[in-house]
Antibody
Framework: EVQVLESGGGLVQPGGSLRLSCAAS????????MGWVRQTPGTGLEWVSS????????YYADPVKGRFTISRDNSKNMLYLQMNSLRVEDTAVYFC??????????????WGQGTLVTVSS | DIQMTQSPSTLSASVGDRVTITCRAS??????LAWYQQKPGKAPKLLIY???YLESGVPSRFSGSGSGTEFTLTIRSLQPDDFATYYC?????????FGQGTKLEIK
C-alpha cells in the first residue's frame, strides 16, 4: 500500500525553526516527485513546495521562498521541509503528498494525515 | 498566479440528488485540473485528474469535465458518504493553486 506519514509538527515561537519529515512506503520513492501542501484551520488548501524525484528541481510558493527548504533522502525514503524564520501566518496543518511522475508533482495522491505547526509566542 | 474560483461555496442536497460544482480558472489551464474530496479532520482524497480521468477506486458516480477555464465536478445520485468539502487544483504552472472549496451539506 502506498503511504506517506508526516511528523515533526509542534509549537514554535515567531522567528523560530522547525523541520517536518515525511516517511514514504509502498512505492519506489526516488521515482516520484513529492510536495507539501498546508491548510490553515477552517480555510482552504495552499500549495507550499514540490521537489522532483531526483531532488534536482525544487519549487516554492512565494510566501515561503527564502525561508523554507524542501529536500529528500532517497536512500531513506524520506521527504523533509526545513522551515526557518517562522511567522504566525505559517500556522497550519502541513500535508506531505506524492506526485504521479518523477519530474513534477502535478496532482497529489496519496496525502499523509497532516502535522500541525503552530507559530505563537 | 492562476486564480481558481469555485461555486457555489456551499451546496445543500439530498441523498439521491445529482449535483454539480463549478471551478473557473483565471486563465486557460487546458485540462491540467484535479478534484479532491476532504472530510473533517482527514486528508484530501484525489477523485479526478486531467479534468476528467477518474482515479482508481473512486465510484463511477463521480465525473469531471471541462477544459480551458471552466470545469465541473458532477456527482450522480448522492450517497451519504459524499457529504464533504470538494476542492479543485490547477497544475498547469507553479505556483499550483486550489479553489476555495465547496462544502456539500445534507439538506
Amino acid at each position: 500500500e502506498v503511504q506517506v506519514l508526516e511528523s515533526g509538527g509542534g509549537l514554535v515561537q515567531p522567528g523560530g525553526s522547525l523541520r517536518l519529515s515525511c516517511a514514504a512506503s509502498g512505492f519506489t520513492f526516488s521515482g516520484y516527485a513529492m510536495g507539501w501542501v498546508r491548510q490553515t484551520p477552517g480555510t482552504g488548501l495552499e500549495w507550499v513546495s514540490s521537489i522532483s524525484g531526483s531532488g534536482a528541481r525544487t519549487y516554492y510558493a512565494d510566501p515561503v521562498k527564502g525561508r523554507f527548504t524542501i529536500s529528500r533522502d532517497n536512500s531513506k525514503n524520506m521527504l523533509y521541509l526545513q522551515m526557518n524564520s517562522l511567522r504566525v501566518e505559517d500556522t497550519a496543518v502541513y500535508f506531505c503528498a506524492k506526485g504521479p511522475y518523477s519530474d513534477s508533482s502535478e496532482w497529489f495522491d496519496p496525502w499523509g494525515q497532516g502535522t500541525l505547526v503552530t507559530v505563537s509566542s | 498566479d492562476i486564480q481558481m474560483t469555485q461555486s457555489p461555496s456551499t451546496l445543500s442536497a439530498s441523498v439521491g440528488d445529482r449535483v454539480t460544482i463549478t471551478c473557473r480558472a483565471s486563465q486557460s489551464i487546458s485540462s491540467w485540473l484535479a478534484w479532491y474530496q476532504q472530510k473533517p479532520g482527514k486528508a484530501p482524497k484525489l477523485l479526478i485528474y486531467k479534468a476528467s480521468y477518474l482515479e482508481s477506486g473512486v465510484p463511477s458516480r463521480f465525473s469531471g469535465s471541462g477544459s480551458g477555464t471552466e470545469f465541473t465536478l458532477t456527482i450522480r445520485s448522492l450517497q451519504p458518504d459524499d457529504f464533504a468539502t470538494y476542492y479543485c487544483q490547477q497544475y498547469k504552472s507553479y505556483p499550483y493553486t486550489f479553489g476555495q472549496g465547496t462544502k456539500l451539506e445534507i439538506k
